[in-house]
């Protein structure tokens, strides 16, 4: 039983391009894995969040329309979206939901609302407390639990992690409220 690794042939340069290669190599493969999940999550969220930009000409094709689904969504589920997270308008909820997905195409709805006179500076606190813990959250899990030989373990990932973002918004909230 030898307790040596192998070592890559040529010189410390060559064995150092080589090593960059396979680690880009690697880089790519996980990337793949990741992608179908931010893509098919994000597009469909971004879909579902707003409506036409002018409802009296309709649906246009442009950017950030869709069928405003979220706003009925968060108009049922209200209250107890302003209770844990303190939203004043039900379309935030599609916030969180964008990161289920993707935090990166959350971050893009930021615009949209503000343009709205939609969030306040809580919103942003509870925006930043779930957005980082639910960074990856659907689009990820299945890929990394594969890369890792544990895909199995993917549903208690993916169910630790939504009560990790649903505390973090709820402190973040609180928190904000006690001391601003």
């Known amino acids: 039983m030898s307790h040596l690794r192998d070592i890559r042939e040529g010189n410390a340069f060559e064995r150092f391009l080589e090593t960059m290669l396979d680690g880009g190599k690697t880089g790519v493969d996980i990337g793949l894995g990741i992608i179908p999940g931010v893509l098919v999550i994000s597009t469909l969220v971004m879909m579902l969040t707003f409506g036409p930009k002018d409802p009296s000409t309709g649906y246009q094709g442009l950017a950030y ?45 930021v615009p949209k609302f503000l343009e709205h006179g939609l969030i306040k500076p809580s919103d942003v606190a509870v925006f930043t407390a779930v957005g980082m813990t639910w960074s990856g959250y659907l689009s990820t899990h299945v890929g990394m639990m594969d890369a890792l030989g544990y895909r199995y373990l993917t549903s208690k990932a993916i169910l630790s992690h939504t009560i990790a973002g649903l505390v973090a918004g709820f402190s973040a909230n609180i928190l904000y409220r006690m001391f601003f």
């Open 65 to 109: 329309e869709g069928i405003a689904l979220f706003d009925k969504l968060g108009k049922l589920i209200y209250w107890p979206i302003k209770i844990l997270f303190g939203f004043d308008s039900p379309q935030l909820i599609a916030f969180p939901i964008t990161c289920l997905g993707s935090t990166g195409a959350a971050l893009a709805l």
